[in-house]
């Protein structure tokens, strides 16, 4: 009986990451939104969907490295969605942080979007949905 649980419990949290990810990567995809604002929108809508849409606006100056091509603004969306679904403990915010730059790096070499590009082309579309679905994963992980 245990097992059974634990094993429809995991499918779920699967099927919440592969949902989250598939989200992130399409509105990216559509245009309306760059990858800051579609990993910090999937986020949102499937895990604090009470925030309102107009948090993602705050995202709306980090996509492309934040104009200046460094940090990835799909981590970036993904460290202000912690911010936001555990905004009572700022410990675990950084913690969740480091956890997603350390996950990345090892997936990508480096968090900086020029950087990546040079290694990585026409990679934006799906690496936003793979650090939305990390995010919902890890969100999730916490007991969310």
């Not at 995991?10 to 919440?16: D, F, G, K, P």
């Not at 895990?47 to 948090?55: K, L, S, V």
């Not at 202000?80 to 915010?93: K, P, T």
């Not at 790096?105 to 799906?126: D, P, R």
């Amino acid at each position: 009986m245990y097992r059974k649980k634990l094993k429809k419990e995991e499918t779920v949290m699967e099927n919440r990451t592969e949902k989250v990810d598939a989200e992130a990567e399409g509105l990216y995809r559509s245009g309306k939104m760059h990858c800051a604002e579609a990993v910090l929108a999937a986020v949102m809508r499937n895990f604090m969907p009470e925030a309102g849409e107009e948090m993602v606006r705050l995202a709306a100056g980090f996509g492309g490295g934040s104009g200046a091509g460094c940090i990835c603004g799909a981590v970036v969306g993904g460290t202000m969605a912690f911010g936001l679904i555990f905004s009572d403990d700022r410990n675990q915010v950084k913690r969740l942080t480091r956890e997603l730059h350390r996950w990345f790096q090892e997936e990508y070499g480096a968090t900086c979007c020029k950087t990546i590009l040079k290694t990585h082309k026409k990679i934006c579309y799906e690496l936003t949905g793979r650090v939305a679905g990390k995010v919902a994963e890890m969100v999730q992980l916490e007991g969310i």
